[in-house]
Nanobody, 126 residues
Framework: QVQLVESGGGLVQAGGSLRLSCAAS????????LGWFRQTPGKERDFVAA????????YYADSVKGRFTISRDNAKNTVYLQMNSLKPEDTDVYYC???????????????????WGQGTQVTVSS
C-alpha cells in the first residue's frame, strides 16, 4: 500500500511559478511510475506528466511541455512538479499518482496508476 500526500498548491498570477510536491510512503518507492494529473470538477482527469521508475524517463502533455518539469527524489520518497509560465487555463486540482505493474501503454491515463493523492488546488489569475 502506498499513501500519497500533495502540497504546494495555491494562488498565483499568470506568468508565475509554483512547485508541487508529493510525499509517498512505502519502501519500494523507486520502483513506481509516478505521475501528475489534473481535473476540473465534472470533467475527466487529464494527464500532465509522468516519470518512470526504472530509467527516470519523463513524459509530458503537449499543453505543458516546455513549461512544467517532473522530477523525483527517491531518497526522500518525493515527486515534484515544477510549473513555470503558468496560465489561467492551468487552474485545476492537481493529483499525484503512483503505479506499479501496469502496462506502459497506460502511462498517460488514470488506468496506469494504482494509488492517488487527495489533490491540491492550483489557481492562476489573469
Amino acid at each position: 500500500q502506498v499513501q500519497l500526500v500533495e502540497s504546494g498548491g495555491g494562488l498565483v498570477q499568470a506568468g508565475g511559478s509554483l512547485r508541487l510536491s508529493c510525499a509517498a510512503s512505502g519502501r519500494t518507492f523507486r520502483s513506481y511510475r509516478l505521475g501528475w494529473f489534473r481535473q476540473t470538477p465534472g470533467k475527466e482527469r487529464d494527464f500532465v506528466a509522468a516519470i518512470s521508475g526504472s530509467s527516470g524517463s519523463t513524459y509530458y502533455a503537449d499543453s505543458v511541455k516546455g513549461r512544467f518539469t517532473i522530477s523525483r527524489d527517491n531518497a526522500k520518497n518525493t515527486v515534484y512538479l515544477q510549473m513555470n509560465s503558468l496560465k489561467p487555463e492551468d487552474t485545476d486540482v492537481y493529483y499525484c499518482a503512483a503505479g506499479l505493474g501496469l502496462p506502459i501503454e497506460a502511462m498517460r491515463t488514470p488506468e496506469g496508476y494504482n494509488y492517488w493523492g487527495q489533490g491540491t488546488q492550483v489557481t492562476v489569475s489573469s
